[in-house]
């Protein structure tokens, strides 16, 4: 059955020329930024929207501003295998973060046809287009949009601008009254599976070109006062201090004992404002961010529960205010095991050099919301340093062929399933 199929070589080069295509559309010159409802995202939709033509998908670009493609299955109306990322980016991003799961999704829908493979079931690309949630104050709004999940206080929130997301998506060619309508019906979709670079170094450590997620990792966030006494460098005694940065450096460093002593989790103190910040002034406050995430509520809650202890802890020992503010919260999402041994099935039969190693992701991504609709899971791609973000962001082009094949033998690992 796969003997037609390209290899993860020619794959691979196809992503990557797919790639510096989509790329080219960015509102800053010179750098890779591509907001929700930007011009550039208007363009980028536009191109993927021709690129899943080209592959063989009926598409259209939807009311909350996503791409959707469908392929009929060996009859019409059948429930869906939907593959899926997003084409926004932060501020001066990556070539690859969002935009390879997208290209894959195509090519694997176009490899398929190429070589008349007709599945069990319709297969469908979706391009998110707010994942990131840099412009507007949202939580995966485009793909709760497909789920029956949209808020739509989102509608009213702005921009750093102060334009609002409504007039924004009015401008882009959107319909805010037509989201609701975009809610898949249960049944639907049979499952959702997104290709995504790692993001971090665990599998270029390993030697390991892909990676199955376990789940998406609960998260943490929280605003931290300390209150201390601003006094003169050179008068107010070692003693009698209450130096408000010195403590905030201690609890900086609490979280990062914290957070090694729970199995994968992780700690960020991302934001440190000494006030008045002056050189020779002990700081009287500082507000900094706490940012801790484990693969599990359990541990999670956990770390909450040793972070207020020894923050508290800190602050009466050296005599300083605390106030601990938490602004989000979510909890972990689990892949589901049967796609987990789907993707497994397809890395096996994709190269005998490739391991199935199981990690999660510390990440947010589409599939947190997708998998409170239908069963989702997430292959990871090794990525150089586990830099994501950033302008440095890079991967091979083998890699990426291997990956998209693996979605390929996976897709047809689910067909099997279907006898």
């Given amino acids: 059955m796969t003997a037609t199929l390209p290899s993860a070589a020619v794959l691979g080069a196809r992503a990557f020329a797919a790639l510096a295509g989509l790329n080219r559309f960015t509102d800053e010159p010179g750098k890779l930024t591509r907001l929700y409802l930007s011009p550039a995202h208007r363009q980028a939709a536009e191109w993927t929207k021709g690129a899943m033509e080209v592959a063989g998908l009926a598409a259209f670009i ?149 990676g199955i997620v376990t789940a998406i990792a609960a998260q943490k966030r929280a605003r931290v006062r300390v209150t201390g006494e601003a006094g003169h460098a050179g008068t107010v005694p070692m003693a009698l201090r209450k130096d408000a940065l010195a403590a905030a450096a201690e609890m900086a460093l609490a979280l990062e004992e914290i957070a090694r002593g729970h199995d994968q989790a992780v700690g960020t103190v991302g934001v440190f404002r000494p006030d008045p910040g002056a050189t020779n002034v002990v700081p009287g406050a500082v507000d900094f961010t706490i940012d801790f995430r484990a693969p599990a509520n359990q541990t999670l809650a956990s770390m909450d529960a040793a972070v207020q202890m020894r923050f508290a802890e800190i602050a009466a020992r050296r005599g300083v205010g605390l106030d601990i503010a938490p602004y989000s919260q979510s909890q972990a999402v689990p892949m589901d095991q049967g796609l987990q041994e789907a993707f497994a099935t397809g890395i096996a039969r994709t190269g005998t050099n490739l391991t199935a190693r199981r990690l999660p992701s510390g990440a947010g991504h589409d599939a947190m919301a997708m998998a409170a609709f239908c069963p989702a899971a997430m292959l990871f791609v090794r990525c150089e340093k586990g830099i994501s973000h950033s302008p440095l962001e890079n991967m091979t082009e083998l890699d990426a062929g291997i990956a998209i094949r693996v979605l390929i033998e996976t897709l047809l690992e689910l067909a099997r399933r279907e006898g």
Avoid: C, M
């Fill in 62 to 210: 939807d009311g909350a501003g996503s791409v959707q493609g469908r392929r009929e299955g060996a009859r019409p109306g059948l429930p869906a295998v939907l593959i899926g990322s997003h084409i926004d980016t932060v501020k001066d991003g990556g070539r690859f973060d969002g935009n390879l799961g997208v290209v894959a999704g195509i090519l694997a829908a176009q490899a398929l046809r190429d070589a008349g493979i007709v599945l069990p079931f319709a297969l469908e690309v979706v391009a998110f287009g707010d994942e990131e949630t840099v412009r507007f104050p949202t939580d995966l709004s485009t793909s709760h949009a497909l789920i029956g999940e949209y808020r739509q206080d989102w509608l009213d929130g702005t921009d750093a601008d102060g334009v609002k997301l409504r007039d924004a998506l009015v401008k882009f060619g959107g319909d805010p009254a037509g989201i609701a309508g975009l809610a898949r019906k249960p049944g639907s979709l049979k499952a959702y599976l997104e290709v995504h670079i790692e993001q971090g170094p665990v599998l270029e450590t390993a030697g390991e070109a892909v």
